[in-house]
Nanobody, 126 residues
Framework: VQLQASGGGLVQAGESLRLSCAASGFSMGYFAIGWFRQAPGREREGVSCISKSGDVTYNTASVNGRFTISRDNAKNTVFLEINSLEAEDTAVYYC????????????????????WGQGTLVTVSS
């Protein structure tokens, strides 16, 4: 089982970015996926999650309205679109798989997730 996050980079404040999380070794369509981020000197926090079919999504309040999570199960990929980037969005972004098949949580407790991608760095320049 592997998750590969990509799409990060250096962007200007106000711009948009789309991150991808590609899965291999399992069928992503059976699992909810979450996106997390870790800013320098801060704990890793959950920002967005999506149910296995994509019909239910949840964003943490701090990013609601700017972050959009989506998925393409045929391509075994989950996306995170970030609009109106702010300097405070600078972080390493990780995707992770919910450990229990078919379950969906709005709780970003790390113990609910069993596999994590390696992270992709987003740097927002103001």
């Amino acid at each position: 089982v592997q998750l590969q996050a990509s799409g990060g980079g250096l962007v200007q404040a106000g711009e948009s970015l789309r991150l991808s999380c590609a899965a291999s070794g399992f069928s992503m369509g059976y699992f909810a996926i979450g996106w997390f981020r870790q800013a320098p000197g801060r704990e890793r926090e959950g920002v967005s999650c999506i149910s296995k079919s994509g019909d239910v999504t949840y964003n943490t309040a701090s990013v609601n309205g700017r972050f959009t999570i989506s998925r393409d199960n045929a391509k075994n990929t989950v996306f995170l679109e970030i609009n109106s980037l702010e300097a405070e969005d600078t972080a390493v972004y990780y995707c992770a798989r919910v450990g229990l098949r078919s379950r969906f949580y709005t709780n970003f407790s790390h113990q609910l997730y069993d596999y994590w991608g390696q992270g992709t760095l987003v740097t927002v320049s103001s």
